[in-house]
């Protein structure tokens, strides 16, 4: 039998570009079962309830703000060093349709700890509606995207990667991702950024196990162990704390 040759779409070639430029990054990861009760709770009495990737978004960003490992990056132009940035730019993956392909959005998220939780959920639900701001940004890079050839777009994206500045600008500083909606959970994931966060499906009881993926140029598995459990902490106490008011 004779297969058929597909054209590779300007989303596909973004996610293979995207595992290229992640193939030298040593990224090992830890995983913490934590007990969320509370904010599931206070989740529950919301009227108008944030999506689970909303919260995590928020509860990351917060972290990134008590860790600043969090927010390093492994530079290497002009030379290899570690970069430090002021606030955490997060980087959002959202599934939607373009061109009749489902295809990922990186929705970017400005220091996405300190914004409300409607705000965010704002954003991320915006990105997934077909005429949403941030889609079309996304669309129009994507197209821009396709039209260079791969001798310029690769080197162009390995540079801007590996610039401190224009890093956070393009690529955010953390990235986070999950399918507990589809009832499912990631269990290895690469990429090119310091930091990925991961959530599994979260139980009726609270029970959820929540990863986080890292290079281990810019930090070691004990600051990880920390933040992981100062981030239970958060999403139990602070997070909830706003739910709880909102259901007010």
């Not at 040593?26 to 904010?39: C, D, E, F, K, Y």
């Not at 610039?163 to 690529?171: D, I, L, M, P």
């Not at 690469?190 to 929540?210: F, R, W």
Request: net charge positive.
């Amino acid at each position: 039998m004779r297969g058929r040759s597909i054209p590779i779409s300007p989303g596909r070639r973004f996610v293979i570009d995207l595992m290229q430029l992640s193939r030298g990054v040593p990224i090992v990861s830890a995983q913490r079962r934590m007990q969320l009760g509370r904010i599931v709770d206070a989740r529950a009495r919301c009227a108008a309830r944030p999506m689970w990737m909303t919260i995590f978004t928020k509860a990351h960003g917060m972290l990134n703000c008590e860790f600043p490992q969090l927010r390093r990056s492994y530079i290497k132009l002009p030379w290899p060093r570690l970069y430090e940035y002021p606030h955490p730019v997060a980087a959002v993956a959202v599934e939607r349709d373009y061109r009749g392909e489902a295809s990922i959005f990186p929705v970017k998220i400005k220091d996405p700890g300190r914004l409300p939780l409607a705000a965010i959920d704002r954003i991320i639900r915006d990105a997934k509606s077909p005429d949403g701001e941030d889609v079309t940004r996304s669309q129009y890079w994507l197209a821009l995207n396709a039209r260079l050839p791969f001798l310029i777009r690769r080197p162009l994206q390995w540079m801007v990667l590996n610039t401190g500045r224009q890093r956070a600008n393009f690529f955010g500083t953390f990235a986070v991702a999950g399918m507990s909606e589809l009832g499912v959970e990631s269990q290895h994931i690469i990429t090119p950024l310091s930091n990925c966060l991961s959530y599994g499906v979260i139980a009726k009881d609270g029970q959820a196990d929540v990863r986080l993926y890292w290079d281990h140029r810019v930090m070691d598995g004990v600051v990880v162990g920390e933040a992981l459990a100062r981030m239970e902490h958060m999403l139990n106490e602070t997070i909830a704390d706003e739910l709880l008011a909102q259901a007010t």
